[in-house]
């Protein structure tokens, strides 16, 4: 199972720091990507960390502004989010990319033990 925590209200410019912590399994084996989904919208690929040499990729509208890392020592991958604007308002979730320990592509059907989300809320 995964678990996401970190969300919040924040004002526009703020910033937070996303928590998705495994239980049961070790993250270090496998890719990790965050999602969101927006009231109303489609489920949106946000970013991706490989396993093997932790090669990461973001979404062209989080670029410069979000990093995902990972502590494997702590079974977490954290998705580090500033100059947050009302845009980016939407519940967060993780998983597990089934396609192998590169990340390839934002296909949800292709991730795996999906958490339950965390709510982010940007507004002032």
């Known amino acids: 199972q995964l678990v996401e925590s970190g969300g919040g209200l924040v004002q526009p410019g703020g910033s937070l720091r996303l928590s998705c912590a495994a239980s049961?399994?070790?993250?270090?084996?496998?890719?990790i990507g965050w999602f969101r989904q927006a009231p109303g919208k489609e489920r949106e690929g946000v970013s991706c960390i490989s396993t093997r040499d932790g090669t990461t990729d973001y979404t062209d509208s989080v670029k410069g502004r979000f990093t995902i890392s990972r502590d494997n020592a702590k079974n977490t991958v954290y998705l580090q989010m500033n100059s947050l604007s009302p845009e980016d308002t939407a519940l967060y979730y993780c998983a597990v990319y089934a396609g192998g320990q590169y990340c390839s592509g934002y296909v949800p059907t292709d991730y795996r033990y999906w958490g339950q989300g965390t709510q982010v809320t940007v507004s002032s």
């Open positions: 049961g399994f070790s993250l270090g084996y496998f890719a």
